[in-house]
């Protein structure tokens, strides 16, 4: 495993790399070099051919807790407009390998929007999600608003915005902002079982199969079928699709 002030990055495992940030006494908050070293472990992992699938994941009290208030502060408008802190969830959101979320404790704020930055989350039964922002005058900055309420729909998107206040693991399950929810604990095993069943599957087929699914939050239906059956025909052409579709009559006939 190797270390960044930051972050933990596992070995590749079976195509699947786990990210685990590391600032256990600040409830994992989210600090400026947090986030720098997060986009970096994540764009590495991305890159790397024997990588299926990324985990992220905090600790036992927070996955994380939120900006860290300080830093904010000290930024005004102007400033957050090139900042490091903003190019690096834009560098997250870039990333084409799956991501998983493992939720345990908290997710607020910038925690809880890099979970709605994955494309599955499993939450422990103690986890709690929130968009506080409100409450220090300000609001969601790095998707709150905008992928919560495609999850989740206006009314608790409504709710959770404006009052500010969490809600816990069930109700996230039932705003869809999770897909699981596992017995406290128990999320990072769960969410590797789902990496690691993720990762069996053909490279290309997944990032494209994924890419299509999120091209239906931000085109029209007509565009999002057009995209989907280009991917869809080029795959036909995929030598992975091919032999296991081989693989898949082989086995019909010697069974029959």
């Known amino acids: 495993m190797s270390t960044a002030c930051d972050v933990l990055v596992s070995e590749c495992v079976d195509g699947v790399v786990t990210i ?16 720098s070293e997060l986009a970096a472990a994540i764009e590495v992992a ?43 969830w834009q560098r997250i959101w870039r990333a084409g390998c799956p991501m998983i979320a493992a939720v345990e404790g908290v ?9 709605l930055s994955c494309d599955i989350a499993v939450a422990g039964a103690a ?20 992928r919560l309420a495609r999850s989740a ?11 500010g206040d969490p809600i816990d693991a069930a109700t996230a399950l039932r705003a869809g902002i999770v897909s699981e929810v596992v017995p406290a604990g128990g999320a990072l095993a769960r969410a590797t079982e789902i990496a690691q069943r993720i990762a069996s599957q053909p490279r290309e087929a997944t990032r494209l199969a994924r890419r299509a699914v999120l091209d239906a939050y931000h085109t029209t239906l007509g565009d999002g079928l057009l995209a989907e059956h280009t991917s869809f025909r080029d795959l036909a052409s995929s030598e ?13 006939r010697a069974t029959s």
């Open 46 to 88: 991305d890159a790397d051919d024997r990588v299926r699938c990324i985990v992220l994941a905090g600790n036992a009290r927070a996955f994380a807790a939120g900006a860290d208030i300080t830093e904010m502060l000290a930024l005004d408008g102007p400033a957050l407009e090139r900042h490091p802190r903003t190019i690096a």
């Open 107 to 115: 997710a607020f704020g910038g925690g809880n929007e890099l979970v």
């Open 240 to 252: 992975e699709r091919n032999a296991r579709m081989r693989a898949f009559l082989d086995r019909n």
């Open 127 to 146: 986890a709690r999600f929130g968009q506080p922002e409100i409450t220090l005058g300000w609001m969601p900055g790095a998707g709150g608003t905008q």
């Open 153 to 163: 729909g206006k009314s608790i998107t409504m709710q959770l915005v404006l009052t």
């Open 20 to 35: 685990t940030i590391d600032r256990p006494d600040a409830r994992n908050a989210l600090r400026h070099q947090t986030m």
